[in-house]
């Protein structure tokens, strides 16, 4: 039973069931006329709030579900510092820089801590700045060499949609390049027929979001250093490593993918995703100070203090970021290495279980990428698709998406499976137990009907 204390009354007995609030549904278009006990809103809101999902048996998100007791309370000691203010929060601000510092001697920048970086909602904003500095660059170089600066292009395989959004907010034609037969990214051969002298960069993938797996970044620059020798085109490389750039510098550190690949001029990447900080905080670093233009950081007056600020948002909340700062302290090198490392162990235990089902063929194992599987079936079903699969698995709490490829594969429809910090061998086992269970029912004709789509 839900007791508390009803103010204004002498029944502090009084069940938050029985309260006047709770004798209709809630207000859902109208400001209600008067006060409302605060437990009595807080218990049925937080009834409510039962009918989401469980985060942790949601296999479908890249983000963070899991957060100690430590981050709770800096969360909560951090409410109400909006980091923007850097006079009135100089602290804040602070830690925001030794992040950056951090990412950008994590990502081998050549200038260490006098490169220039910064934080940001998460990777979709932290991505779009990235893109603008590679137009204005582009434009610059245009503008000096005389030529038209009308018609900017963005190369790329199957991304995420932010980019889309960059493109279309940002007028830059995005060249999407199909996806070819057994790929999964893009592949460094198909970069001629599309890179040309408007080409502002290419964004190479490091955790492709459809199925998890890197693309391979220093085999993609050394493309373009052809490229260059044939045509005198000297196109960048951005790195999106939303998931991958919290990953690969603790389970993969030989793989070349950051600064160390002299073409890569910016990374971006989500400190709430396998950073493990809670949800709100992203990344970008370039490689040099001088490849963020001048022109596109902003001085502004706010109240008493004179600030550069780069960033799509002003005013956004502290908390994220002290969180991200007190996890990089709290788990360094080696404890990001064993959170993750544990993480890809799970998923190929459990994309081994996948392949002994005999049912499915696995595009992604879990190895030489994120902590992850993701498979397809090996041969049409009798009478039930991958859709079905996930409907089954929705009945026993598991969120395990269904979609299909991007083109020029989107005939392939694939389910994916993400295995992040919190969740553990056992829930892998006993997922790999349920989807077995779910194949036999769907074998028996239990199957739910189609329901097509995709989750990021």
């Known amino acids: 039973m839900a007791l508390h204390a009803v103010t204004g009354t002498e029944s502090w007995k009084d ?3 029985t309260t006047p609030l709770s004798e209709n549904a809630l207000p859902k278009f109208r400001l209600p006329d008067t006060e409302n006990d605060p437990w009595a809103v807080y218990e049925l809101l937080r009834s409510e709030l039962l009918l989401d999902g469980n985060a942790a048996q949601n296999l479908a998100t890249f983000c963070t579900t899991w957060n100690d007791e430590q981050v709770h309370r800096l969360m909560d000691t951090s409410l109400n510092k909006n980091m923007i203010d850097k006079d009135e929060y100089p602290q804040t601000a602070e830690i925001e820089r030794r992040c950056v510092q951090i990412l950008a001697d994590l990502w081998n920048s050549p200038e260490g801590h006098a490169t220039m970086g910064c934080s940001t909602t998460g990777s979709s904003e932290a991505a779009m700045l990235g ?50 037969p057994n790929a999964t990214g893009l592949q460094p051969h198909q970069l001629r027929s599309y890179v040309d002298e408007n ?51 603790f389970v993969q550190p030989e793989l070349a993918w950051d600064f160390r690949v002299e073409r890569v001029a910016s990374i971006n990447s989500s400190g709430h995703k396998y950073g493990l900080a809670p949800l709100g905080v992203g990344w970008i670093v370039w490689r040099t100070a001088r490849m963020l233009p001048d022109d596109l950081v902003f001085r502004v007056s706010y109240l008493g203090g004179d600030m550069p600020t780069f960033a799509l948002n002003f005013s956004r909340p502290g908390g994220e970021i002290i969180a991200q700062y007190y996890l990089l302290l709290r788990l360094g090198r080696d404890g990001y290495r064993k959170v993750h490392q544990a993480c ?51 009945t026993r709490g598991w969120q395990v998406p269904a979609y299909p490829l991007p083109p020029a594969r989107q005939d392939t429809v694939i389910q994916r499976v993400l295995v992040r910090h919190g969740v553990g061998r056992d829930e892998v086992a006993l997922l790999a137990d349920d989807l077995g269970r779910s194949v036999e029912r769907l074998r028996r004709g239990a199957g739910a009907p189609q329901r097509p789509g995709f989750h990021h």
């Open 15 to 17: 069940d938050v069931y």
């Open 131 to 180: 893109g603008l500095a590679l137009k204005w660059r582009w434009r610059e170089r245009r503008r000096k060499a005389g030529k038209p600066t009308d018609r900017p292009n963005l190369v790329c395989g199957p991304v995420q949609i932010c980019w889309e959004k960059f493109a279309r907010y940002f007028d830059v034609e995005l060249r999407q390049v199909p996806l070819e």
């Open 199 to 249: 080409t502002i960069g290419v964004v190479a993938i490091l955790g492709v979001t459809f199925t998890c797996d890197y693309e391979p970044v220093a085999e993609l620059a050394a493309e373009l250093d052809a490229i260059q020798a044939d045509t005198g085109l000297d196109v960048p490389i951005h790195v999106d490593a939303a998931s991958g750039g919290f990953v690969a510098p």
């Open 344 to 394: 890809a162990d799970s998923a190929r235990y459990l994309g081994e279980r996948i392949a002994d089902l005999g049912l499915f063929t696995l595009l992604y194992d879990g190895t030489g990428g994120l902590p992850g599987v993701s498979y397809t079936l090996a041969a049409p079903a009798d009478g039930w698709t991958l859709y079905d699969l996930t409907e089954q698995l929705r």
